[in-house]
DNA sequence: GCTGATGAAGG
DNA sequence: TCCCTTCATCAGCG
């Protein structure tokens, strides 16, 4: 049959094994440029779900067939033979074909990949979808860019199932009606358990079901079904038509070859899976579920009436009854103003949200996708945010636990994972590369001495520190003559204990090697959220050395969310409302952090100056960010910082697969949360890689301020991690 | 069943 | 002019 979508007409045909497909391959006199492999599948899980038909695409035919076994081992040489593969997250397509296969290098075999998703995040506006920007779904972006009218075979087979399903109901209804009973009576007893059902009715229920069991795309016939599958393979090639030309005019080639040199690394990743302590998680639910229900016992008995913490204006009208006022909203801030005047109600309200999002988020939903062997497997879409970071279900496991009322440990979700493994992550990555940009104007003195021994000299020569070239740069950390860092612990740990050391501590010993032109004194890095409190305390009037540290402490913690608003681009009204203080004091935090770091202030102003005048910017690795609205121009300021770290970290995971790889390691990369990669290392023996992967994520020639990482280590549970010390 | 609002969590 | 996200629940709509 043929199909037109967007103007362009494409033969479809079903097969039933490759060897037409093979055929039809060969007699092209020219190798097509792309292929396009697409499944339709049973289920989401990456590991559970099995394809049962695909689509093949080159030259504008396509083939439908029946994902067997033998078939996708066969489709390997077609997709070989053309040498790109495009489909729309194709990650998902690799899992799909090692699950048929039984064979997880499969998709390792594939001499390269490319992804829509990919394509369109290089070309699309870098709105994000809660912006109104595009969705990366691929029925939205054909509904809008491709053809309208293509979700027409989408339709079909919807409207088939719902007729099935109808008739199929229609079935049961004369047979129930047999037995005096009505449709709507039935379900209410079925569902509302309303009546008890006599057993000879559920019987004719179970037969009924038994013959006409939920139709799924499965039984939808070949000629609804075969047009339904061609047309995403279509829309995929289409697309990869329509978006390249974009990407090469945007000069995205190279972050495009980039994305597509990771994505087999991400299947990887995502085919390890993590490890999951089962026993713990149903132990810890159940403590969970009792802690939630003696709560619910208790806001039921404060409010005088049932109800749950979602149900937002019931809540209202409780309070408007006890105060006489309705709340514009019941959010953590309202609840918490309440509960700081001694409302135990919004207290208990306040933790029963936390209480419940946490069993139903880390415990329900982590045991029933670990149910199919144990393991947690998440997906990394690398795609998806418009800066260029990975996102995923993964990335926000709470750090700390939960405890009940008597202030017992209850539940830890990080507790769960159970890995002998390396966590690396960068120290401070997006303060640093905001330093780093500041350099191109100077350098702001606050924030790079935060970092580095920025216009500090050595005490010995005399000589000032040199950012701009790679030797110069590794001398940041240079100690006195004499002294060690083995000894500085030892002697901490003398004193402190378990307590750990920051590199600050080291440089207030008077070790390090660098000192500040105008004090005479040891350079000591920058503590940038006291810097911007202190600054702005002294514009509220306040002495702070004449504070109580308390206090001090306090408001250190309103700089420090302060910064990294004002970061993002936040002004005052806001931050007054987030960070729950006056207009006045919000205005000085902000008088505050320009004082502490100007040439901050004169980045922001320049990016968007920058975006008048070309309408993109583009970021370290050469990734550029499209708007065309003025008024959104300040979200880039952000956007090129989180995105420079982002194609960083996603160029060190390339490298650190090469070195796996090279050196036979059978250590795997298994997670990466934004700034920090999770590696499981089974054997002890291979210890010493870390090291070199710790050396690999510092290198950064192009950036000028000095790239920390640090390793945490934990043979038993992700909660267990604790710092090792790499000397 | 879908969508938007709201609120929990991560960087 | 608060940045990038995911996931769960509830209420209202068709």
């Known amino acids: 049959m043929e199909i037109t979508i967007g103007g362009e007409t494409y033969n479809v045909q079903y097969v039933e094994t490759m060897r037409e497909v093979w055929d039809a391959l060969s007699k092209e006199r020219v190798k097509p440029k792309w292929c396009v492999y697409d499944v339709e599948t049973d289920g989401l899980h990456i590991k559970k779900a099995r394809p049962y038909i695909g689509a093949f695409l080159f030259a504008k035919k396509v083939f439908v067939f029946p994902t067997t076994k033998e078939n996708c081992n066969h489709l390997l040489y077609c997709i070989n033979h053309i040498g790109m593969l495009y489909n729309h997250n194709i990650n998902f397509d690799m899992h799909m074909t090692a699950n048929i296969t039984e064979d997880d290098e499969w998709p390792l075999k594939v001499k390269r990949y490319g992804d829509t998703m990919g394509l369109c995040r290089l070309s699309f506006e870098a709105i994000s979808e809660r912006d109104g920007g595009d969705s990366l779904r691929l029925k939205p972006i054909m509904d809008k860019y491709i053809d309208p009218t293509a979700s027409r075979f989408e339709k079909a087979v919807k409207k088939w199932l719902s007729d099935k399903k109808a008739a199929d109901r229609k079935v049961l209804i004369a047979l129930l009606r047999g037995h005096g009973w009505t449709m709507k009576r039935f379900e209410e007893a079925l569902n509302k358990g309303t009546e008890p059902i006599p057993e000879e009715v559920m019987k004719t229920f179970w ?93 039921e008995e404060l409010a005088g009436r049932k109800f749950s913490v979602g149900q937002h204006a019931v809540i209202k009208d409780i309070y408007e009854e006890r105060t006489g006022e309705r709340p514009d909203s019941t959010d953590k801030k309202f609840l918490k103003f309440m509960a700081d005047g001694g409302d135990e109600l919004a207290k208990t309200i306040s933790t029963l949200r936390r209480l419940e999002k946490w069993k139903s988020t880390y415990i ?62 960068f120290s401070q990555v997006e303060l640093r590369m905001q330093a780093h940009y500041t350099l191109y104007l100077g350098g702001d003195l606050n924030l790079c001495r935060a970092y580095m021994p920025f216009k500090c000299v050595h005490y010995k020569t ?180 989180q995105g420079s770290c982002a194609d960083d970290l996603k160029k060190k995971m390339i490298r650190i697969a090469k070195f796996i790889k090279e050196n036979n390691l059978k250590m ?60």
């Open 207 to 299: 037969t009924w079901r038994n013959e006409y069991p939920e139709p799924t795309y499965k039984d939808v016939p070949l000629e609804i079904l075969m047009p339904y599958v061609a047309v995403d393979a279509i829309g995929v090639d289409l697309l990869v038509k329509k978006a390249l030309p974009v990407v090469y005019h945007r000069k995205q080639q190279h972050i495009m070859e980039t994305e597509w040199d990771l994505l087999p690394h991400v299947y990887e990743m995502e085919r390890q899976g993590i490890p999951v302590d089962r026993e713990y998680l149903m132990d810890a639910g159940e403590k969970l579920d009792a802690y939630i229900k003696r709560l619910q016992a208790k806001a």
């Open 364 to 425: 329900d939903r982590i045991l029933e996708v670990s149910e199919y062997d144990g393991k947690f497997y998440t997906l990394m879409n690398q795609f998806n945010p418009v800066s260029g970071r990975f996102s995923g279900d993964a990335q926000q496991f709470p750090k700390d636990p939960i405890k009940d009322e008597n202030g017992e440990v209850i539940f830890h979700p990080r507790r769960a994972f159970k890995m002998r493994g390396y966590y690396i992550d």
């Open 462 to 641: 005399g000589e000032e520190y040199d950012y701009k070239t790679v030797e110069g740069r590794a001398r940041w950390n240079e100690l006195k003559e004499g002294a060690s860092l083995q000894e500085f612990d030892k002697m901490w740990k003398a004193q402190h204990g378990d307590k750990e050391w920051e590199f600050a501590d080291v440089c207030r010993a008077g070790l390090t090697a660098w000192v500040v032109p105008e004090t005479g004194e040891p350079w000591t890095p920058t503590d940038v959220h006291t810097m911007t409190t202190l600054k702005a305390l002294r514009i509220m009037g306040f002495v702070p050395e004449e504070m109580d540290p308390k206090d001090i402490k306090w408001w250190r913690s309103k700089g420090k969310t302060f910064n990294f608003m004002r970061n993002y681009g936040g002004g005052d009204a806001k931050a007054a409302e987030t960070l729950d203080i006056s207009l006045e004091a919000a205005k000085a935090m902000n008088r505050g952090y320009s004082e502490a770091f100007p040439l901050v202030v004169t980045y922001q102003n320049m990016v968007i100056n920058e975006m008048r005048r070309k309408g993109y910017c583009q970021n370290m690795s050469g990734r550029r960010y499209y708007l065309s609205e003025p008024w959104k121009f300040y979200k880039v300021a952000n956007y090129l910082i």
């Open 668 to 727: 795997r990369m298994v997670l990466c949360v934004h700034d920090e990669i999770q590696f499981r290392v089974d054997d002890p023996a291979e210890d010493w890689a870390i090291p070199h992967i710790k050396r690999i994520m510092e290198d950064c020639p192009d950036i000028m301020v000095p790239i920390v990482a640090e390793v945490d280590f934990s043979d038993t549970y992700w909660s267990e991690k604790r710092s090792v010390l790499l000397v």
